[in-house]
């Protein structure tokens, strides 16, 4: 009977073993996407734009970083791997029937900010999932309030019966008002002096499959993004 020397008997055993390792980190299914709630903890919002005025655009907020990696994960505990993208904004003459104050219009180089990172996923992919801010308007919060009433006003009209074009969510988020637009993943929002848009989008595997990727993200992780920032916003 033939014999097998000792050495390659180990080494045989370690190969199959190495092989039983492979096989069973390709069939490994990927933990349970975690979802929780809100937690603002970043310093507060606290434009100052003058009475009947707009805030002067070298004073508009950074947009990629009133959002924070701690305020994320505390929405997505498993989120990492952060990388913020900048996105320029050109803000018009808010009052077209008169003149704008100095400094009130042009360009605001991060007025909007798109935060990548990734969760976890069976296909493994550095960032899958994406959190989009711009802000539209931050002037007095009456003039806030009175744009943001005639392009809720407009999105409606646009949309009609269609409530996968537009949804007014009022101040369920905890904005003074909140709607979708265009998709049920992209919200409009108003809180004091700032009218600001959320959006974004996940291709992980626990945020459910298409076409409601959407609404989950939405649901699960927008709303949360908006009750982080009215929280905080003046």
């Known amino acids: 009977m033939p014999t097998m020397n000792p050495s390659r008997s180990v080494l045989a055993a370690v190969a199959v073993a190495s092989a039983a390792v ?72 808010f009052n077209p029937l008169g003149k704008p104050d100095p400094g009130t219009t042009g360009d605001v180089p991060a007025g909007g900010c798109r935060t990548e990172f990734g969760l976890p996923a069976k296909y493994k992919g550095k960032h899958n999932s994406n959190i989009r801010i711009v802000f539209k308007t931050v002037a007095d919060p009456a003039l806030v309030a009175n744009a943001y009433a005639e392009d809720r006003d407009d999105e409606a009209k646009r949309a009609g019966q269609d409530t996968k074009k537009f949804q007014d969510l009022k101040n369920s988020l905890g904005a003074a008002g909140c709607y979708t637009k265009g998709t049920t993943s992209t919200m409009v929002c108003h809180q004091g002096p700032y009218q600001f848009e959320v959006s974004g989008s996940s291709t992980a595997d626990g945020v459910g499959k298409y076409p409601e990727t959407e609404e989950n993200w939405r649901q699960k992780v927008l709303t949360e993004v908006v009750r982080t920032l009215s929280a905080r916003m003046a």
Not at 52 to 72: F, H, K, R, T, Y
Request: hydrophobic share 40%.
């Open 22 to 93: 492979v096989l069973a980190g390709c069939s490994s299914e990927p933990p349970a996407l975690k979802f929780e709630s809100a937690k603002p903890s970043g310093p507060r919002l606290d434009a100052r734009p003058v009475q009947g005025g707009s805030l002067p655009v070298a004073q508009w907020p950074n947009a990629c970083e009133v959002l924070g990696d701690d305020e994320i994960r505390a929405i997505l505990p498993q989120a990492k791997d952060f990388q913020r993208d900048p996105i320029k904004v050109t803000v018009l003459n």
